[in-house]
Structure formats: structure tokens, C-alpha cells
């Protein structure tokens, strides 16, 4: 079956620093890939997409890179606030007679001051 | 842009009742998505609607269901509620370029949290 792997421990970094979570996914190659932040008690928010073509997308401080090859997407946040604490969903799209968004369990980041 | 809205906030129900849960897609949206959101647990897909009929459909029994209307405002309805529902459930809205587009952002709203006792 489909699955997504994150980071399911939560990930604390110093601000500053470049923050990096990993998404794994098996079974499956999605066309597109997209990163939602969420906060608690809040609903996911749409941050970057990336097409199984492009390698890499960037978003200001935010970078999200696609290796079809290995299956894996990584999600870079560089210069680190604690503004940008939250847990971070991966969603690779699905297709199994429609489309839909299969999202992983989510990496919690916690920055640092 | 008005944004995904829902309601109830929150609610609580005893076992084997029933409940329906709205929510209001954002303006030029024309697909809305049910998710189940497990305390720790990223959001499960349950189904998707498009043009008010369901275009997709996740491991949700049959006592889940849904209503998408003319005005993409869409309900969830679950029937014979039983503890492992409460969760959080989040509704989002999309923009399908045709109904076989995938690159579809999601516009979520905050969420309904429904207690089951």
C-alpha cells in the first residue's frame, strides 16, 4: 500500500540555523508534491508545490527538493525564527482512479531562541 | 478571498449517535475535501467532491458520508458515531483545472473537533 514516512520525533533546531525534514514515500510516483505547515488547533497551510520535473522550488527562505529516484522530498528552511516552529506535513499526490493528497504524519520543528 | 469556514468549532456526541459537520469552500473553489485528523496523526483523506458528486474516496466505511451543494458548500455526516471517530475534521477546498487535474492546492479551514463519548 501507499505509504509516507516523516520524522515522526520532533526536530529543535537553533534559530539561525538551517532546519532540514525528510519525506519518504514507497509504493507509489507522484506527479506532484506539495508542504503544508500546521499549527496547533489549526487547519494545514499551503506552502510550496513541486512537479516530479522540477528538482528544486523556492519559496524566500523556504527550499523543497524532489529525487524521484530515491522517492524522497526534503524541506529546507534557512535563517531559522521561532515564528517558524510548527509541525510540517508532506503530501505527495495520489492516483488510484482519482486524485487525492495522501499527507504523512507530519515533523514537529521547534526553533530555538 | 473568504477562506474555508466550519462549523461546529467543537462538539461532542455519545456513541451511536449521529452528526453532520459544514463547511463553506472559498470563493472559486470547486472542490471540497474531507480529512480525519487523529491527535499526533497527519490528516486522513476520507473523500473528495467535484461538481456535487464524489470523485474519490478513502479506507472510510460507508457511515461516512457527504453533500456537496450548488454553492460548493459541502456536510459530513456520520452515522452510528463510535469512539475512534472523535478526531479532528478538517474540510478543504481546491481548484480543478478539469476533474483529472492533480496539482490542486488545498485551502483548509480550522477544523471541527468532535468528541465521542
Known amino acids: 500500500s501507499q505509504k509516507i514516512e516523516q520524522n515522526s520525533e520532533a526536530l529543535n533546531i537553533q534559530e539561525g540555523k538551517t532546519a532540514t525534514l525528510t519525506c519518504n514515500y514507497t509504493n507509489y510516483s507522484p506527479a506532484y508534491l506539495q508542504w503544508y505547515r500546521q499549527d496547533p488547533g489549526r487547519g494545514p497551510v499551503f506552502l510550496l508545490l513541486i512537479r516530479e520535473n522540477e528538482k528544486e522550488k523556492r519559496k524566500e527562505r523556504l527550499k523543497v527538493t524532489f529525487d524521484t529516484t530515491l522517492k524522497q522530498s526534503l524541506f529546507h528552511i534557512t535563517a531559522s525564527q521561532p515564528a517558524d516552529s510548527a509541525t510540517y506535513l508532506c503530501?505527495?499526490?495520489?492516483?488510484?482512479?482519482?486524485?487525492?493528497?495522501?499527507f504523512g504524519t507530519g515533523t514537529r520543528l521547534k526553533v530555538l531562541a | 478571498e473568504t477562506g474555508v469556514t466550519q462549523s461546529p468549532t467543537h462538539l461532542i456526541k455519545t456513541r451511536g449517535q449521529q452528526v453532520t459537520l459544514r463547511c463553506s469552500s472559498q470563493s472559486g473553489h470547486n472542490t471540497v475535501s474531507w480529512y480525519q485528523q487523529a491527535l499526533g496523526q497527519g490528516p486522513q483523506f476520507i473523500f473528495q467532491?467535484?461538481?456535487?458528486?464524489?470523485?474519490g474516496r478513502g479506507n472510510f466505511p460507508p457511515r461516512f458520508s457527504g453533500l456537496q451543494f450548488p454553492n460548493y458548500s459541502s456536510e459530513l455526516n456520520v452515522n452510528a458515531l463510535e469512539l475512534d471517530d472523535s478526531a479532528l475534521y478538517l474540510c478543504?477546498?481546491?481548484?480543478?483545472?478539469?476533474?483529472?487535474?492533480?496539482?490542486?492546492?488545498?485551502?483548509f479551514g480550522a477544523g471541527s473537533r468532535l468528541t465521542v463519548l
Open positions: 467532491y467535484y461538481r456535487e458528486e464524489e470523485n
Open positions: 478543504a477546498s481546491g481548484s480543478l483545472q478539469g476533474s483529472s487535474s492533480g496539482a490542486n492546492v488545498l485551502t
Open positions: 503530501a505527495p499526490l495520489s492516483f488510484s482512479g482519482t486524485y487525492k493528497y495522501i
